[in-house]
């Protein structure tokens, strides 16, 4: 069974920056990053392919979140700058090897790792 671990989360002043990782026990799949705000449905952050390290954003983030392997590609990052309350959610990282109409799906999810953005 694939794992999925995040880590990075936490609580921080508008404006502030924040890292999350996410580590994978296989390979070969693309990465997702989708968050999920209270009273709210999980949306779409980003995500970045395996073959050549392509990216997605959502409109809302783009431009100041950047997703990106690590060397060993078994670690995927979302680096998220200047937050806003508005980014406070719990984020997923997600594992995709196969895509349906076009759209990756996503089989595998780590557990949530809480980002807290204050006004």
């Known amino acids: 069974q694939l794992r999925l671990v995040e880590s990075g989360g936490g609580l921080v002043q508008a404006g502030g920056s924040l890292r999350l990782s996410c580590t994978i026990s296989?390979?070969?799949?693309?990465m997702g990053w989708f968050r999920q705000a209270p009273g709210k449905e999980r949306e779409f952050v980003a995500v970045?392919?395996?073959?050549?390290?392509?990216?997605l954003y959502a409109d809302s983030v783009k431009g100041r979140f950047t997703i990106s392997r690590g060397n060993a590609k078994n670690t995927v990052y979302l680096k998220m700058n200047t937050l806003e309350p508005e980014d406070t959610a719990i984020y997923y990282c997600?594992?995709?090897?196969?895509?349906?109409?076009?759209?990756?799906?996503?089989?595998?999810w780590g557990q949530g790792t809480q980002v807290t953005v204050s006004s």
């Open positions: 970045i392919s395996w073959d050549n390290d392509s990216t």
């Open positions: 997600a594992a995709s090897d196969h895509r349906v109409s076009g759209e990756y799906e996503y089989d595998y």
């Open positions: 296989g390979s070969g799949y693309a």
